[in-house]
């Protein structure tokens, strides 16, 4: 037999919510549902039903009921909050508290544990993990081996994560990306089998000019392990629920927008400049408000400064990258710059080279010019072109950090790029900037929507905070612990 295994955290206490998740959940389940795939579901997507305690408890009900019968299948959904920290990859629940991580939480071991206790001949995880306000994963390699490791818990599994790196997995309040073209492989399948090799290379083809989000999959099978046969009536069904369900109600049966009211409807979104600068004001506002936590005040003093014409004390190839990639039309300065690098002469004969290479000669080398990406800066005067916040340590044993936010217009929307960062002591008064450790995050937000601002700088500095405070605990420990 076959059992399912959903869970759609939408309402969050001390996190943001994610609304669209209650909808993925739902449209994962009727999936299951109209394909008969599993002969069991456990359910949970009310806020009373997501909390810590209920989906462990519900969870483990759940698998004891089937611990004695034969399981050919078990597949387990999530859509909502993930957290990557102290190797080990947690299922962030309704009550998620950061000082009770392993009690408000999940953890991909506890869950690894109840699944094996199936023994399932196939285990398919599908998660779809939003990061906002929480760092999701800081070092992808370091993820990949621990999602490797997972694996080998199982003799034929296949895993399907909604993003990787600190990317964010996107969503509007209807239903997020990645569970939309994890629906979307089903749609155009009528009359055939479809197998879960064949769901992994459509989401790797709907992402695959995608900068922001790559979703990344995990298998230990071999590529003929099948989801089902998808007839007509179901690829149909599909259909009408990812683009019809999760259309908002009040856009649903109406008639068709002529072109005047399409143009009006976009240009609602712009902003003039009063409006644009207003946005700033609320920018900076947030970030002098906001108040580090008690651990932070107790091991660093901070400053903040808004600042002009000042020399960037980071390597900003990031910034001109980003705004060579996005879409929306910023008021930006693109910087680039002439270098020089030697590279290998192939305007050579062949046989010459063959020669030389058969000899272990050197090729010959040229120099050859090259244009590079250096920096972006705003095309329209600012307030202030970057804000720089520094906690300094209390102590000689604690590092620096430091965070860069640099926030640029467009007439539709604010972005802001931030990078943090540590410093480490050369001389006895002489600190700087230790390269390697600059960690890099982007944010896009509708001027229009000044609530956006708020949730954006508490993300952002939560964040600060959580890259700060977490090598201090890895290296001393958590009293939590």
Known sequence: ????????????????????????????????????????????????????????????????????????????????????????????????????????????????????????????????????????????????????????????????????????????????????????????????????????????????????QTPFFVMQ??????????????????????????????????????????????????????????????????????EFDNEIGQIFDHKTEFQNDVAAQINTEYLGNYFSNVETNYFVNIHKETRTREVTNHNIFTGSVVSRMLSGEDLPKIKQDYVAITGASSSVELPFEQVYIKLESKYPNINDTGCLMFPYLSQTKMAVLVCYFMYETKEWDVKKIIKSTCEWSDFEILIKDGTEVTNMVKEALDNYTRYTLDPILEQFGNQND
Request: hydrophobic share 30%.
């Open 1 to 212: 037999m076959n059992i399912g295994i959903v869970v759609g955290v939408s309402d969050y206490q001390n996190v943001q919510s994610l609304p669209g998740c209650a909808h993925d959940a739902r449209a994962i389940k009727q999936l299951l549902q109209m394909a008969d795939k599993c002969e069991d579901i456990l359910y949970l997507t009310e806020s009373t039903s997501t909390t810590s305690k209920s989906v462990k408890s519900k969870l483990t009900s759940f698998v004891q009921k089937y611990t004695n019968e034969e399981i050919e299948e078990v597949i387990f959904y999530f859509t909502g909050h993930g957290l990557f920290e102290e190797n080990q990859f947690y299922y962030v629940l309704s009550d998620y508290e950061e000082s009770k991580k392993r009690q408000t939480c999940l953890s991909n071991d506890e869950l690894d544990n109840l699944l094996r206790s199936l023994s399932a001949n196939l285990t398919v995880k599908i998660v779809d993990a939003c990061q906002s306000g929480i760092r999701y994963v800081k070092d992808p390699d370091v993820f990949r081996k621990y999602l490797q490791e997972s694996e080998k818990n199982f003799d034929k599994c296949y895993f399907y994560y909604s993003s990787q790196n600190n990317q964010s997995s996107y969503q509007n309040d209807e239903i997020s990306d990645f569970t939309l073209a994890f629906l979307n492989s089903f749609a155009n399948r009528e009359n055939q089998e479809i197998r879960y090799k064949d769901i992994m290379d459509s989401l790797a083809d709907a992402f695959s000019s995608n900068s922001k």
């Open 221 to 290: 099978g071999n590529y003929t392990e099948v989801f089902g046969f998808i007839s007509e009536d179901i690829s149909k069904a599909i259909y009408d629920v990812i683009t019809v369900e999760h259309i908002p109600e009040h856009k649903q049966n109406s008639e068709p927008k002529s072109l005047i009211q399409r143009i009006e409807e976009q240009a609602s979104l712009y902003c003039n400049q009063e409006q644009a600068l207003n946005c700033l004001q609320i920018l900076s506002q947030n970030i002098s408000e906001y």
